[in-house]
């Protein structure tokens, strides 16, 4: 087991299985927030589902509707219980502060390569830790 620092970007904490991508994602046609499953044919987690994971992501891009789509899963249940970014940006830290959802970024290690899917990872956004078991 082991903690990295970062920086807490919406309050929580959260424990789930990783799935991490190299490629950002975007929430605005990427993601389908009925079912939590990504639906962008080009990326890396195409048809895969982040309902209930810890997703973990380089930076997020695309519309600032995206933090609505955010919002809509939470609101559905399809969401990922927490998100960890390398850097974040505005859309889905609007998402996840309004959601509810841990968020975290700048981690002091290169998450994306650091972690693996599955990893049983805990987010402790409120003391800007991420433990990985």
Avoid: W
Avoid at 4 to 10: D, L, P
Avoid at 19 to 36: A, M, Q, R
Avoid at 87 to 114: C, F, L, R
Wanted: hydrophobic residues 40%.
């Amino acid at each position: 087991m082991s903690d990295i620092s970062c920086r807490q970007i919406s309050k929580g904490i959260a424990e789930g299985k990783a799935i991490v991508t190299h490629d950002p994602i975007s929430f605005l046609g990427g993601v389908d927030p009925k079912t939590g499953i990504v639906i962008d044919k080009k990326h890396e987690l195409y048809n895969q589902c982040i309902t209930d994971k810890i997703l973990i992501i380089p930076s997020g891009k695309g519309s600032t509707v995206g933090s609505y789509v955010i919002y809509q899963m939470a609101k559905n249940n399809t969401a990922p219980r927490a998100i960890i970014c390398q850097v974040a940006e505005p859309i889905i830290a609007i998402g996840a502060i309004i959601s509810k959802i841990p968020m975290v970024d700048n981690p002091d290690v290169d998450i994306i390569n650091t972690i693996s899917d599955n990893d049983n990872i805990i987010v402790d956004a409120n003391n800007a830790t991420i433990t990985v078991n």
